[in-house]
């Protein structure tokens, strides 16, 4: 059974700082998305990274992918209250026909303070 | 239309009562999913249709019946609910898996979800 897990599963970070966000699987996949969540929203769409060592970035945001490692980072520079969400990681699985399996990361609760 | 569209946005039914959730897409998509989400933690999958016929069930109470009678539609009947059942229920759609990357990029586009009370 795949498992993801992100860490850490909160952070609060000071306005202007640098973090990292950690999301591990558990089973070989080439394909993983990065989503933001606000409060009783639905999911954002942030990145998809398709392939060993890849890197995509916007804005203030950047998510990396070492398939080898079974690890993505979502980096966050000179973070700003903007940002403050829960970021989910999560694997693709190819499934039968036209689907496919999206399996969810634990979520990490970000909270950007002035 | 990149929309995937969910009615309705609220909804609050009692345990005795038998209710729908309707969920629409225009994007030629032929994967459709169902997907809840209690509070502070990850979506989880209930339901993956591919070509209109149920592909995964994850285990799911039959409580829930999930229904697609068309390649646009996706719709999930909620007959004796419980408490427990309280949650954001959300649907995606995708394009083919092979398809991502080939110039496609947005694998998955999800709807904005209704939030179900069950009292």
């Known amino acids: 059974e795949l498992k993801v897990e992100q860490n850490p599963l909160f952070l609060s970070m000071q306005e202007g700082k640098n973090y990292t966000i950690y999301c591990n699987y558990s089973?070989?996949?080439?394909?993983l998305y990065w989503y933001r969540q606000d409060p009783g929203k639905s999911l954002e769409s942030l990145f998809v990274l398709l392939s060993n060592g890849a890197v995509k970035q916007e804005g203030r945001l950047m998510a990396s992918l070492d398939t080898k490692a079974r690890l993505s980072t979502l980096h966050i520079t000179a973070a700003v209250h903007d940002l403050s969400a829960t970021y989910f990681c999560a694997v693709d699985m190819e499934g039968t026909g036209t689907a496919s399996k999206l399996t969810f990361g634990t979520g990490t609760r970000l909270q950007v303070t002035l | 239309d990149t929309e995937v569209t969910q009615t309705p946005k609220h909804l609050v039914m009692g345990m005795t009562n038998k209710k729908s959730l309707k969920c629409e897409q225009h994007?030629?998509?032929?994967?459709m999913y169902w997907y809840k989400q209690k509070a502070k933690k990850p979506p989880e999958l209930m339901f993956v249709?591919?070509?209109?016929?149920?592909?995964i069930n994850e285990s799911v109470p039959s409580r829930f019946s999930p229904e697609c009678p068309n390649s646009s539609l996706l719709n999930l009947h909620l007959h004796a609910l419980q408490p427990e059942d309280s949650a954001l229920y959300l649907c995606?759609?995708?394009?083919?898996?092979?398809?991502?990357?080939?110039?496609?990029?947005?694998?998955?586009?999800f709807g904005s979800g209704t939030r179900l009370t069950v009292v």
């Open positions: 249709y591919s070509y209109e016929k149920l592909s």
């Open positions: 995606a759609s995708s394009r083919p898996y092979y398809q991502v990357g080939q110039g496609m990029i947005d694998g998955y586009t």
């Open positions: 994007m030629g998509h032929r994967a």
């Open positions: 089973t070989t996949s080439d394909r």
